[in-house]
Structure formats: C-alpha cells, structure tokens
C-alpha cells in the first residue's frame, strides 16, 4: 500500500501550492494524514497532520499561518495548502498515513508513505 502525493513544482517566494496526497487502497478519511518534508542535507522533519475521522489539525512553527491541511473525502484526498512560500520551504514533501488517532511527529508512527513530491521556492 503507498500513498500519492503530488503538486509539487517550482515557486516564487510568497506564491502558493497545493499539495494532494491520494491513495488507491486506503480510505484516508480513516487514517491520521502527516506531511513531513526533507530539505537537502537536512532530517525529514514533520510539518503538519489531520487526525482521522476529524478536522482537527495541528502544524510545525515554522509553517503555522501559512500552510492549512484539509480533506476531501468524496475525492479521498488529503490536500496541504501552502501560501507565502519562503526559500527555506524548499524541500521534498511527503504524506503518510497512521491508524492511531493522535497527531505524531514521530515518523515511526506512520506505516504508509507517499514517494514524495519536489517543492522548489525560487526567484
């Protein structure tokens, strides 16, 4: 089982993306959704999650106010919004998906990874 995510691409600084995590064999409405990212030479730190079956979020400092996790179920997505972008965003981003119904930045929680998506913040 893995997850899609998609979205990625190249940005000015203070542009948007939207980021969409899909999954073919899961119902991601029942899983707790993570975004984590991973900057060259740099640990894959956790930046914001969706607990399952709930609108409750949660995000890293460094994103709050400007990145907003939503789902849409009907399209069983999982969508991460990002806005003001900085240079420092720059990374690969990943979703991944966690039964349990607590909002971890502990990457062991999660069992199922997407393959990651470039998000570029250049002028």
């Known amino acids: 089982v893995q997850l899609q995510a998609s979205g990625g691409g190249l940005v000015q600084p203070g542009g948007s993306l939207r980021l969409s995590c899909t999954a073919s064999?899961?119902?991601?409405?029942?899983?707790?959704i993570a975004w984590f990212r991973q900057a060259p030479e740099k640990e894959r730190e956790w930046v914001s999650c969706?607990?399952?079956?709930?609108?409750?979020?949660d995000y890293a400092d460094s994103v709050k106010a400007r990145f907003t996790t939503s789902r849409d179920g009907a399209k069983n997505t999982v969508y991460l919004q990002m806005n003001s972008l900085k240079p420092e965003d720059t990374a690969v981003y990943y979703c991944?998906?966690?039964?349990?119904?607590?909002?971890?930045?502990?990457?062991?929680?999660?069992?199922?990874w997407g393959q990651g998506t470039q998000v570029t913040v250049s002028s």
């Open positions: 064999e899961l119902t991601l409405r029942s899983y707790t």
């Open positions: 969706m607990i399952r079956t709930s609108t409750r979020t």
């Open positions: 991944a998906a966690a039964a349990r119904g607590i909002c971890s930045r502990d990457e062991s929680t999660y069992s199922y």
